[in-house]
């Protein structure tokens, strides 16, 4: 949110630093030091009760807490990690390992479908839906292709809750332009 927040801290470690020898020339150190948000599980790398975080960066004339608060708001890597663990990266149910790559590669599509179907088709709430939540409410919606006149048609079951999402999110997505 942008506020300063009793009990956290946020520094620089500057390039004259030993921490920064061998690193590339105009690189920023930012350390974050805060107590854990109530009822969060401490790590064992949490030192007396606070937990530091760090991130390097080569952005310049940026203030560092305008560049920290950046970086929480961008941090999306356990987000992504959740959703590939949630669609199928939990465990490789093969035997053989060329099946298991082939198993990753259908996992990364579908990664990639669901990073970038929130951005294209989606609005409001149903952005923030994880795997789980789309599976239920999008993704196993009762519906018939029919293919009349040369047209096809998406037949919604109507006493599906969420058949309005789908249909928007299909108006959305036929109002992209044709990429090539």
Avoid: Y
Wanted: aromatic share 6%; hydrophobic share 45%; glycine share 6%.
């Amino acid at each position: 949110d942008g506020e300063i927040r009793d009990g956290a801290w946020v520094a620089e470690i500057d390039a004259g630093s030993d921490c920064l020898t061998g690193w590339p020339k105009g690189i920023r150190l930012i350390v974050r030091k805060e107590r854990p948000h109530p009822g969060a599980q401490l790590r064992f790398t949490d030192a007396d009760g606070m937990r530091l975080t760090c991130f390097a960066t080569n952005t310049k004339h940026t203030p560092i807490a305008a560049l920290e608060l950046r970086h929480r708001q961008r941090a999306r890597a356990e987000d992504r990690i959740r959703a590939a663990r949630a669609t199928g990266l939990r465990n490789l149910p093969l035997h053989d390992a060329a099946q298991n790559q082939i198993w990753l590669e259908i996992i990364q599509i579908a990664l990639d479908l669901l990073a970038w179907m929130p951005m294209l088709a989606l609005t409001g709430t149903a952005r923030r839906w994880e795997p789980r939540r789309l599976r239920l409410r999008l993704f196993s919606a009762a519906a018939q292709l029919v293919t009349t006149g040369r047209r096809r048609i998406l037949r919604l079951a109507k006493h599906w809750p969420w058949a309005h999402v789908i249909s928007s999110a299909l108006v959305r997505l036929d109002a992209l332009p044709n990429p090539g």
